[in-house]
Each structure stands twice: as structure tokens, then as C-alpha cells.
């Protein structure tokens, strides 16, 4: 019926259509507006017949059912490694809890350390301290996998793990910092993994193949052969990976089923040995624990030890007062041994390893050791955290495989913290089975060098130790193959982002698909790590790294928590703010009481990559919580700005630039960029504006052009602040607008820089009319102004200069006279210039009282400069003043009278009233002028209409103004021809809106400045800027 009813829609619509052109339509146009017609009926007629109404919108915005089948197959995950000579495979189907991130995490998490440390963790620091030090690593990855569940249940999270959610969740800077730290804990995870297995293989499984001798006498032999075949094993692992990714995938799961059956076996065998064994048996000479002595050997009456601890027929004194015993190892639950093992015993290095804490059992006082173990380093409670803590990482694999998962906003979350919680009772039950088992002597014995080299937990495993000596192997490879094969991955996915650019050629893969140079870096890195040759140095370093990476997982929940962002909708509900606070505080807590040291690499990496990446990284934005927050802050910040006017000791220029363009849309003049620059020295506000005459409807696009350039002239010059540009039908209009409205609360600039109109007597009255007019804006919104003459005569910001910068004081505006040098004095352009003040003392005053004045007042305000007074005596106005003042008017009236004459050849009544209309435009906006101000204007034109040229007497009022410009121009150049930068007041634009006095007064000002090359015009907005309290 659906496709019947889509059918007859379809024929009516074609119906309608023809109709269409068969009527008075298709006949009043012509054959090209008809061909055009045609053609976007057809394309319509692809359009949904219910769907006409937004014909217009589908053409560049997709169809609801499009956008929806978009996002549902949406995948952004990084490829995982493929085998480049294996045939394409079936689509896999989609996995589920317990495949896709459940038994991922359990790999992952149950490491070496489990097989190799626990037992010693136990033994050195008792069943109290150690069922804290596990819980307490184990609350720190539940509390940050509750943050991580959070984050990765708030969309799709591709591969990556942490650094894809920091990244995206704090920002680029944070991101790769932090992707770096994972990296590198990944890249020495695997050699902690290597040596790990290099331990258990020379240690427990073959100990005849060490090159170094006897490394049982020897622990700088041991470490030797570790960092031998220790290397050759990773040359052997990054061949694998590099040509048998195939190999890695499909030994994960043998690694996998090795770690299950390995600690199957030894939770069997210990209920199997509830009693202990007979086994294993320590030789004890008094309370002190002894190596390779056959325990047939262990008695007095034997020549074996009698030969080793009296050598030369002089017994060692501990010897003499102590008997040798034979200790069962392996005593069982059932024997009571756990309330032996309660309590800590943590030693210095080169103590011995005994029962109790007397001096006299631990305490070395011979330089030999006589087959005595003696601790190899310092324990503690907080190193014992830093050495067992990754055995507990491992809890980002599941979010690693979110493309591969079903639902991956359910089996992350459920997967990820039952592999915890299962992982922690593991962890959590061993100590507690391996205190009420194996004697404290044995469990102390790290590399049980006292039951003849073999490993504690294998000899309590059922059936036989090489279950867990081939398992343990087996599967501290796989878990080092899978950190070979992830680390380089995860390097090319920073290098991919373009956040770090030194990482650029990483980025690339071979022709294979894979990253090979990656993987080279990797094996570099991991070769490092390889030769420090110890696993209990190795452990603590990479905690560092997982630590940090755990703790901005849990600030990212807690800053998007706080922030309340719109986008901040996780599905996983039971989380809190608090709980990731808890998790940073106990990794920051963690980090430093493990390894300060360590610690500080770790952060000194991350601030480093930091601050790299904020200075020379490409900017990414990612809509992340960092500038969520600094959004909340700068909302905070002017609010609080709102709440009243700024102190004076708080005011600061926060400059507006008004850059002109010109036809190719390029600002006028550049050094205005650099003059901002050099007065803000690179700190403060500063917003740059242009305005654009037209329709912005019609040039929109010119608009955004202009922009661009505006922000490549803003970054050459390192201008620090925002540019628009303003599209507005008058330029004079614009500028208003602009200077009334920019700027947001408290942020509101309050300084304008403004070029001069060089070319006013050319381009007649628009050009003066628009820089007055911006004046007395400004004025009007208490603005301070400031107009820099022969700004290209400017000085590059990459320029130092030397001379004078003069200040020519005529009137006080606020003080902002005396506060401009000192702000441009704070730049290396000027720094080394001096300040010279000079202010005009008429005849009435004392002008060495005003000397002594003026310094008195610069001392205060803290101001070094030199001070002149400059007496200006009452002087008869001079011919040449007439005359300037007579050229001036002149020009006022040519001017006016070629008004007249468009008047007086106007044909249509309406033309004049046109023209009147336009004269009264030119004066206040609101027309509050006086109307006998238009009147008297119409009544000189008219009676100046005939010869303007005839001899006419110079306006007083002109004449003394042009007398005072002349006079102070002769000063002015006298003492300030050769400074650097002269700085003077701007007069204020002539109360009357009349074109004449606009006219007279830019005349005024070119006169004032003539002879001088640099010059700054300023005038306060009405305020103090400066103050000489504290």
C-alpha cells in the first residue's frame, strides 16, 4: 500500500510540472530562464514530496534519516594491528562483556610481579602492611576505572585508552603530556616484563646458562646476564612484531589462558598443603637465614658449613653462639605461621634477613657475609607500593576495544570493575594465603636462594612447581609482546593528532600498515629500561608514569562534573566528583611517597610536553574541560569586574585599534599593529577592529576575508588579543558603533588608537568628518584617545632605539601623559630611551616653583625623567599668523562656494531641500543643534555667493588659535626636533558641528605637529590613570 501511495504521489507531482510550463508562466519568460527552471524541477524531483518546504535547507544540510544512519555506523577507532600477508577476514561479530573487556583487563592486570614479588612483598612487610599496600593500589585504579567508566560512557571513545579521554576531556596540552607519560609506562612496562622473564628463566629455570658466573654470590653478575639476555630477548620480541603481528594476536590468548590455569594452580595447591610439605626445608644458623647449604649439610657436626665459617681454624663469633637448625618452608594454613607474619620487617641494605628485629640477628659486623642473605635494598612501606603497584594497571584495555564491543556503554563500566574487583580478591586472598603458608624466613627470601634457587609460589603450586615457572613465562611474554605491540600504536596516534610536532615523522606507516618507526623508537626506549636490569627499579619508575596517567583521568571526571557541561551526559550514573578527587589525591599521594625522585621525572616530563605543546603545538579544539573551565572563570572574573569601576592603581590601556584597509582589504598601516604591541608589551587587552562600507549580506564574504588578514597582521606583529571587522552601510557609522558596544562587562576597552587621515585636504570633507566624529565618540563614552602621526616613521617591535621620549604637558587629563612612556619603556624597543617632561609656564607663573613641583610630583609616582619648564611670553600676533589663518579661511570659503554653485545649477525645487537635508546630516546625530547656527550658514552662503576672493579680515577667534598652534610648533621643535617619540594633548574637536570649524580644526593640529616626525596626540577619558598612592 506504501509504495501504491508513493507511486501515485510521484505521477500526480509529474503532472503538476508540465502543467506548469504549458502556462503564462513558460510564456512570459524566456528559453534560458526556462532551461533553468526545468533543471531545478528536476533536481526537486528527487525531493520527498512532503519534504518541498525545505528544498532550500537539504541542498547543503543532510536529510534526518541520512544524519541518524551516519552516526549509527560511526567508528573513529585506531587500527589495530593486522598481519599485511593474512587474507581479508570475515566481518567478526560484535563482542560482548566478558570476551570484549572482562578477560582483556584480567590479562592485563595479573603480571610478573604477581609470580616473582608478591610473595617477598608479604614476607617484608606482614600481612597488615601488605593487605594495605595491595588495597591501596587497588583502590586507586576502582576509583579511577569509576571515573574512566564515566568518561568512556560519554560517547564514542576510540583507542587510545587514557590519552584519548584526557585529551579530549582536558585539552591538547594535558593530552599529550599525559598520552607521552602512557607511552613511555607502556614502552618500560615491557621491559620490566622482559627482565621479568629473564629472571624467572636464569633464576628458577636454568641457572647454568649465566655468562657472569655465579650469580648467586655475585648481584652485579645477576643483573649482568639479566641486561644480556635481556636485550637479545627484546631483539627477538621486535622481530616478532614487526613480521608476525598475526603471531602477537594469537599468543594473547595462550598468555591468557597461562595466567587463569597459573593461579588456579596456586590457590589449589595451597588447600592441597594445608599442612606444609616436606619439600622444601631453610638451613637457619640462629635466627639468620642461610643460602646454598644442601640441606643434608645443615648440622654443627658437618665439615660443609664448619669449613665456611671457620676458615684458618678461626670461627666466625656469631657461629660459635648459635645453633643450625632445619626450617620447613612450606608449613601450611593449618600450622598457625600467619600470626608470624603479621607484623613488618622491613630492613636497610645489607642487613640480614632474620627473625625478629634484634641488632644483634640483622646487624652485619664482618665483612664477609658467610652464605647469610642480606637484603639487596632499602624496603619500606611506600617503596613496596611503588613495587607491586603495576600489577594492578592494566584497567584501560577494555576502553581500548570500545569499537569491537556491542555496547560498549555497558560492558566498559561492568567489565572494567569486575575485572577489578576479581583482580583485587586474587591479589587481596593471596596475601592472606600466602602470610598463613610460607614461614617469614622464606617469604623474606626473595630469589630463594636458601631452598636452592627455586621459585616460592611454583613449589606451592599443585601439581608441580613447572606449572607456574612455564606459565609465569609464557605469560610475562605475551603481556610484554602486547606492550611492544600497543606502545608504538599509541605513539603514531599522538604523532597522528599533529599536537606534538617533533612527533611528525612517527606519524607515517611502512608499506606494510605498520609503525615501523615507532617501533624502532620503542625498542630504544625499552632498551634503556633493560639495562637498568632490575625489576624493583624498574617498577617504581613505571608506577610514576601509570599514576599520573590514572590521576588526570580522575581530574577530567571531576572538572567535567564540576563544570556541569551541556555535553557531560554519561550514562554510567554511579559516579561523584568526590570520589574522583579521592583517586587524584591517592595518585598524587602514591607518586610521592613511593619515589619523590621518580615523582619529579615524571611531572618534569609532563610540564615539559606541556609547555612545548602550548608554545609551538598546532591548536586543536576539542571542546575539552580546560576551556570549559577557563569559560567558567572568565565568566566569574567579569562578573566580579561588573560590580564597579576599576581603581585607579588598577587601570590599565585596554587598547581598541581602528585599522583602516584599503581597497585589497589590507590594513593601511602595519606599525599601528606594532605600536599596540610596544604599549602593552605583549601583556593586557587589545581588540583590533576594521569597517567595511556595504551590505553585509551582500559581502559577508569579504568580511571573513578581512578578518583573516586582520589575525596574520595581529600574529606577525604579536599582537596578544581578538580582531573583527564590522560591515555597516556608512564607515563613520560603524566606528560609532564599534567604539559604543565592543567589549564585554568589565573587559570593555578604554584607550582608542586611531591613524590620522594624512590625506584630508584631498579627499575633502568625509575624511575629516569621519576622524572627528570618531573623537568626540569617543569622548562621549569617556574613552581615552590616542592619534600617532608619521606612524610609519614607527619603530619595529624587533628594534631597540636610544634618545628621548618627549612629553610636552599642556593640560592634565588624568595622568595618562605620564603613564604611556612608562608603559612604552617596558618594551625592548624603548627601553633605553629617557623621558623628558616639558610644560609651558605662562607669564603670571613661577616657573621654578614649577620645576621643583613637577619632580616633587614624578618622585611620588615613582617616574625617572628629566623636567623642563618652558616660558611662553605674551607676544604680538605675527603677519605670518594672519596670513596662515587667512589661507585657512579662504579655503573654508572656495569650499563653500562650490556647494552653492551645485545649488545654484540645481532645476528641481526638491533638489534644494535635499541639499538642506544633507547640511543638517552633517551636524549632532540626536539634531540638537541650534537652528540659527544652519540659518547663519545660509545667510553667509548667500552673501558670500559672488567674489569669496575679496579682501576679508581673519576670524579673531581663528586668529588666536593659529597663534597659539604657531608658538607652541616653535617650541615644540626647538626642544624636541630630535626625540625619538614626542607626546603631547590632543585638543578637544570645536563644540559647533559645522564644517568650517571641523576644517579649521584639523588645520590647527597640522600646524601644531609640523617639523615633527614622531608624534603621539593623546586625550584622557575624563578619569585618573595614575596615582602616587600605593
Known amino acids: 500500500m506504501q509504495s501504491n501511495k508513493d507511486a501515485k504521489d510521484d505521477s500526480d507531482e509529474m503532472e503538476i510540472i508540465p502543467s506548469e510550463h504549458n502556462g503564462t508562466v513558460h510564456d512570459t519568460k524566456n528559453e534560458d530562464s526556462g532551461d533553468i527552471h526545468r533543471a531545478e524541477e528536476n533536481q526537486k524531483s528527487n525531493i520527498d514530496p512532503n519534504l518541498y518546504l525545505y528544498d532550500d535547507d537539504l541542498a547543503t544540510r543532510p536529510h534526518i534519516s541520512t544524519f541518524i544512519s551516519s552516526i549509527a555506523n560511526y567508528e573513529n577507532t585506531i587500527p589495530a594491528a593486522t598481519d599485511p600477508d593474512a587474507k581479508p577476514a570475515a566481518p567478526s561479530a560484535r563482542m560482548g562483556t566478558l570476551i570484549g573487556v572482562f578477560l582483556p583487563c584480567i590479562q592485563n592486570i595479573f603480571g610478573v610481579i604477581l609470580f616473582i614479588r608478591l610473595t617477598w612483598v608479604v614476607g617484608t612487610a606482614g600481612a597488615v602492611c601488605g593487605f594495605l599496600i595491595v588495597l591501596t593500589c587497588c583502590c586507586v585504579t576502582m576509583l579511577t576505572a569509576i571515573s574512566m567508566s564515566a568518561i568512556a560512557t560519554n560517547g564514542v571513545v576510540p583507542a587510545g585508552g587514557s590519552y584519548f579521554m584526557i585529551s579530549r576531556s582536558l585539552g591538547p596540552e594535558f593530552g599529550g603530556a599525559v598520552g607521552m607519560l602512557f607511552y613511555t609506562g607502556t614502552t618500560l612496562a615491557a621491559a620490566m616484563y622482559i627482565v621479568g622473564a629473564v629472571e624467572i628463566v636464569l633464576t628458577y629455570m636454568a641457572p647454568w646458562a649465566s655468562i657472569f658466573g655465579d650469580f648467586t654470590k655475585d648481584a652485579d653478575a645477576m643483573y649482568n646476564n639479566f641486561r644480556v639476555y635481556g636485550t637479545l630477548l627484546l631483539i627477538f620480541m621486535g622481530l616478532i612484531v614487526f613480521v608476525g603481528v598475526k603471531f602477537v594476536n594469537k599468543f594473547a590468548t595462550v598468555a591468557l589462558a597461562c595466567v587463569i590455569l597459573s593461579i588456579i594452580a596456586v590457590y589449589v595447591g595451597i588447600f592441597d598443603n594445608i599442612h606444609g610439605n616436606e619439600k622444601l626445608y631453610m638451613c637457619v644458623l640462629g635466627k639468620r637465614l642461610l643460602k646454598d647449604i644442601p640441606i643434608e649439610n645443615c648440622t654443627k657436626e658437618d665439615s660443609f658449613l664448619r669449613d665456611i665459617y671457620c676458615p684458618e681454624g678461626r670461627c666466625e663469633e656469631y657461629y660459635l653462639a648459635n645453633n643450625v637448625t632445619k626450617v620447613k618452608g612450606i608449613k601450611g594454613l593449618a600450622s598457625g605461621v600467619f600470626y608470624d607474619n603479621i607484623f613488618p620487617s622491613f630492613l636497610e641494605k645489607g642487613q640480614f634477613i632474620s627473625y625478629g628485629k634484634n641488632a644483634i640477628d640483622i646487624e652485619n659486623t664482618n665483612d664477609q657475609s658467610y652464605n647469610q642473605i642480606m637484603a639487596d635494598i632499602t624496603t619500606s612501606f611506600t617503596l613496596l607500593i611503588g613495587i607491586f603497584f603495576p600489577s594492578v594497571t592494566g584497567i584501560m584495555a577494555g576502553s581500548n576495544r570500545s569499537g569491537d564491543l556491542a555496547d560498549a ?9 569486575c575485572a577489578i574487583l576479581t583482580t583485587s580478591t586474587v591479589y587481596l586472598s593471596s596475601v592472606m594465603f600466602f602470610a598463613g603458608t610460607v614461614d617469614n624466613l622464606l617469604l623474606r627470601d626473595k630469589f630463594g636462594q636458601s631452598i636452592g634457587g627455586k621459585l616460592v609460589v ?22 610484554g609482546l602486547q606492550s611492544l605491540t600497543g606502545a608504538p600504536r599509541l605513539l603514531q596516534a599522538i604523532a597522528r593528532d599533529e599536537i606534538i610536532p617533533f612527533l611528525a615523522p612517527f606519524a607515517k606507516s611502512s608499506s606494510r600498515g605498520e609503525p615501523t618507526r615507532a617501533l624502532l623508537l620503542t625498542i630504544c ?34 572538572v567535567q562534573t564540576l563544570l556541569r557541561t551541556p555535553n557531560w551526559r554519561p550514562r554510567f550514573k554511579f559516579y561523584h566528583w568526590s570520589l574522583s578527587l579521592i583517586g587524584l589525591t591517592l595518585c598524587i599521594s602514591v607518586m610521592i611517597m613511593t619515589s619523590w625522585y621518580f615523582a619529579l621525572i615524571a611531572m618534569g616530563m609532563a610540564i615539559i610536553i606541556y609547555k612545548y605543546i602550548e608554545y609551538r603545538g598546532a591548536e586543536k579544539e576539542w571542546g575539552d574541560g580546560i576551556r570549559g573551565m577557563a569559560l567558567t572563570a572568565a565568566r566569574y572574573s567579569l562578573l566580579r569586574l561588573e560590580e564597579g569601576p576599576p581603581h585607579t592603581k588598577n587601570w590599565r590601556p585596554q587598547i581598541l585599534v581602528l585599522s583602516k584597509l584599503n581597497d585589497n582589504l589590507l590594513p593601511k598601516y602595519r606599525k599601528i599593529f606594532s605600536f599596540a604591541t610596544q604599549l602593552k608589551a605583549g601583556k593586557g587587552l587589545t581588540i583590533c577592529v ?6 553585509h549580506t551582500k559581502i559577508s564574504n569579504k568580511a571573513v576575508d578581512a578578518k583573516s588578514t586582520l589575525r596574520k597582521y595581529m600574529t606577525d606583529e604579536k599582537v596578544k588579543g581578538f580582531c573583527d571587522v564590522l560591515v555597516a552601510q556608512q564607515i563613520g557609522e560603524g566606528l560609532s558603533s564599534v567604539i559604543q558596544t ?23 570633507r568625509n575624511s575629516w568628518k569621519t576622524f572627528i566624529q570618531t573623537v568626540r565618540t569617543v569622548a562621549a563614552c569617556h574613552m581615552a584617545l590616542m592619534v600617532p602621526k608619521g606612524i610609519n616613521f614607527y619603530p619595529e617591535s624587533n628594534h631597540k632605539i636610544g634618545g628621548n621620549i618627549d612629553i610636552w604637558w599642556i593640560v592634565h587629563d588624568g595622568g595618562l601623559l605620564m603613564l604611556l612612556p612608562f608603559l612604552l619603556k617596558q618594551h625592548r624597543t624603548w627601553r633605553n630611551c629617557k623621558l623628558r617632561i616639558f610644560t609651558v609656564a605662562q607669564i603670571e607663573d613661577n616657573s621654578i616653583q614649577m620645576k621643583k613641583d613637577l619632580k616633587t610630583f614624578l618622585y611620588h609616582l615613582r617616574i625617572e625623567a628629566d623636567v623642563e619648564v618652558v616660558e611662553m611670553n605674551n607676544s604680538d600676533i605675527s603677519a605670518y599668523t594672519y596670513e596662515r589663518t587667512l589661507m585657512m579661511e579662504q579655503r573654508n570659503q572656495m569650499l563653500r562656494a562650490l556647494g552653492l554653485n551645485k545649488k545654484e545649477n540645481s532645476k528641481v525645487d526638491s533638489q534644494n531641500d535635499e541639499k538642506r537635508n544633507s547640511i543638517d546630516l552633517d551636524g549632532p546625530e540626536n539634531g540638537d543643534a541650534p537652528e540659527t547656527t544652519s540659518n547663519k550658514d545660509e545667510s553667509t552662503e548667500k552673501s558670500d555667493g559672488g567674489d569669496f576672493k575679496s579682501s576679508v579680515k581673519p576670524d579673531e577667534f581663528n586668529v588666536r588659535r593659529m597663534h597659539t598652534a ?11 626636533q630630535d626625540a625619538q617619540l ?3 594633548n590632543l585638543p ?13 580644526y584639523m588645520e590647527f593640529l597640522e600646524v601644531l605637529t609640523e617639523g615633527l616626525e614622531k608624534v603621539l596626540m593623546v586625550r584622557g577619558g575624563g578619569r585618573e590613570v595614575i596615582t602616587i598612592y600605593s
Open 409 to 417: 556503554q555497558k560492558s566498559i563500566p561492568i567489565g572494567t570493575i
Open 458 to 479: 611454583a613449589n606451592i603450586a599443585w601439581p608441580n612447581q613447572w606449572v607456574i615457572l612455564i606459565g609465569s613465562f609464557l605469560s610475562t611474554l605475551g603481556a
Open 525 to 558: 626506549i625499552c632498551q634503556c629500561g633493560i639495562l637498568l636490569g632490575n625489576v624493583d627499579l624498574l617498577a617504581p619508575l613505571l608506577s610514576m608514569f601509570f599514576l599520573m596517567c590514572y590521576g588526570f583521568v580522575n581530574l577530567a571526571c571531576a
Open 690 to 695: 576594521s569597517v567595511i562600507k556595504g551590505d
Open 742 to 764: 565592543i567589549g564585554l562587562g568589565g573587559m570593555k576597552p578604554n584607550t582608542v588608537i586611531i591613524g590620522w587621515p594624512y590625506s584630508w585636504r584631498q579627499e575633502g
Open 966 to 976: 604657531i608658538k607652541l610648533n616653535e617650541v615644540i621643535v626647538e626642544k624636541s
Open 982 to 984: 614626542v607626546i603631547m
Open 988 to 1000: 578637544g574637536p570645536p563644540r559647533e558641528v559645522r564644517a568650517e570649524r571641523e576644517s579649521n
